[in-house]
Nanobody, 125 residues
Framework: QVQLVESGGGLVQAGGSLRLSCAVS????????VGWFRQAPGKEREYVSRIIWTSGSTNYADFVKGRFIISRDNAKNTVSLQMNSLKPEDTAVYYCAVDLVVKFVTGNFNELHYWGQGTQVTVSS
């Protein structure tokens, strides 16, 4: 079965950095992507970034471009999200998700089936 386990969240001051990791296992379909999402208290979940596993192609939400970097480690089956220049508004629970590439490319995020448990990121001002 597909399993996603996030790690690396924590408390950081504004301007600081954190690196999140998502360990991916049990994926049996070949053309998949791994994405990061976040949900702040009282707000809807929002897309942050994704990476296509085979090609390494990446995409970012506008509000993280130039600050966050998504990458993958094929040998460890992990996807990382390096978050730099963090702002208080980046405070949220961050989730990784995996599914077919087409769902990410078309933005059908409500149809993503496989999610991790989330990791809390808190940025103090």
């Amino acid at each position: 079965q597909v399993q996603l386990v996030e790690s690396g969240g924590g408390l950081v001051q504004a301007g600081g950095s954190l690196r999140l990791s998502c360990a991916v296992s049990g994926v049996i379909f070949s053309n998949y992507a791994v994405g990061w999402f976040r949900q702040a208290p009282g707000k809807e979940r929002e897309y942050v970034s994704r990476i296509i596993w085979t090609s390494g192609s990446t995409n970012y939400a506008d509000f993280v471009k130039g600050r966050f970097i998504i990458s993958r480690d094929n040998a460890k089956n992990t996807v990382s999200l390096q978050m730099n220049s963090l702002k208080p508004e980046d405070t949220a629970v961050y989730y990784c998700a995996v599914d077919l590439v087409v769902k990410f490319v078309t933005g059908n995020f409500n149809e993503l089936h496989y999610w991790g448990q989330g990791t809390q990121v808190t940025v103090s001002s």
